[in-house]
């Protein structure tokens, strides 16, 4: 099968880096898995928010705050997640994180009021950030032993998997109840864990790369290690303004179309598909980007990308044309937030992809309430402008900052 023999010669030989092997190739499988059924996960949550708040009751603002508990939960556990990584080790804490994912999963249809929904979502929250910390910890690792950045593609599985998520999502949407959906989902999520567990348990996980350049080690350790700091709360930066945008998408995109243009069920569900299969597509040529124009400019090319088709999303006349700013806000979007965590995890290594994810994830946290109170005073169109606002700040930084891209993304 010629298909297949491609894809096998793509994970195992990359231009100018190290031949994979078959270990190092089981271990980018297992890891990618993980990838895709966190965003398969996510997004059956995401395309089931409208019938959640329906069956709450909750307004606007109610909301926001109910799903401040996802972006809550996320953040409190990053830093716990990166030391368990210290202690036990990146595969251990990915698959332990998954299995909480695909339980918590079946939480959310079982409230009837916002803050019993919050609470809940502290706990989906919990596992989300703690999964996210440790596939990238591992991520990183890898990328060190394969000498190519190919963290876009990580990301692309992920991206793929919210696409397939969403997807079937807006399938089952008339015909299951979010119940039912999401226990469906559970048992998909613990199956695919315990397959891509056992074999990312398996193998032993290279050691992480050397953190800094160089010209960094040649001074002094406390010179050196503030910099690199720095540098972590940098790319932590920019990943919380692609993460704001993100979780924007995530928690407000289908309800502005139906809400606000009068979408249906399926067509609303379709808004998040097409910007997760931007983001796919955006990611799996983000490696073959990167590595031609450099980190920098793939940051200001996404950023400013991303700020026009926020733009055309949030205030569009019709749904379609809504839709299709959110593909090209995905596709500007797309390799922000793994550009930002690849570096400042070679910089600060488990630890720094701990700090950067809890700084990126800030934007989430920020994103829900500010959305829902904005979306009260001035409606929702307008407050998803703030989408494209941030994307151009993650532009600008990229642009002021392209000094300290200089090496592997």
Known sequence: ??????????????????????????????????????????????????????????????????????????????????????????????????????????????????????????????????????????????????????????????????????????????????????????????????????????????????????PEKSRPGGARTGRARRLVLVFGLIALCTAYGEGAMADWGALHLSQDLGAGPATAAAGYAVFALAMTVGRLSGTAFVQRFGAARALVAGGTTATAGMLLGALAPTAWAACAGFAVAGLGLANIFPIALARAGETGGPDGVAVASTVGYGGMLLGPPAIGFLAEALGLPVALTTVALLAALAAGIGYATRGAHSGRS
């Open 1 to 214: 099968m010629p298909l297949l023999n491609k894809i096998r010669e793509a994970m195992t030989r990359d231009e100018g880096a190290v031949p994979a092997g078959p270990r190092l190739t089981r271990l980018r499988v297992a890891l990618t898995a993980f990838f895709a059924i966190d965003g398969f996960l996510f997004a059956g949550w995401v395309v089931r928010i409208p019938a959640i708040k329906a069956q709450t009751g909750a307004g606007a603002g109610a909301l926001g705050l109910a799903l401040l508990g996802v972006s809550a939960g996320a953040v409190a556990f990053m830093m716990i997640a990166g030391r368990l990584c210290r202690r036990f080790g990146s595969p251990a804490v990915t698959v332990a994180a998954g299995a909480a994912l695909s339980l918590s999963i079946v939480l959310p249809p079982l409230t009837h009021s916002a803050t019993s929904l919050g609470l809940v979502l502290l706990v989906f929250g919990a596992a989300y950030g703690s999964l996210n910390v440790a596939m990238n910890s591992a991520a990183v690792a890898l990328i060190g032993a394969l000498r190519r950045p190919v963290m876009p593609g990580f990301h692309a599985a992920f991206s793929l998997g919210g696409m397939l998520g969403a997807g079937l999502g807006g399938l089952l949407a008339g015909s299951l109840s979010a119940t039912v959906h999401l226990l469906l989902l559970a048992v998909i999520g613990l199956m695919v864990t315990g397959v891509a567990g056992r074999a990312l348990c398996g193998e032993p996980l290279p050691e992480f790369p050397e953190r800094l350049s160089a």
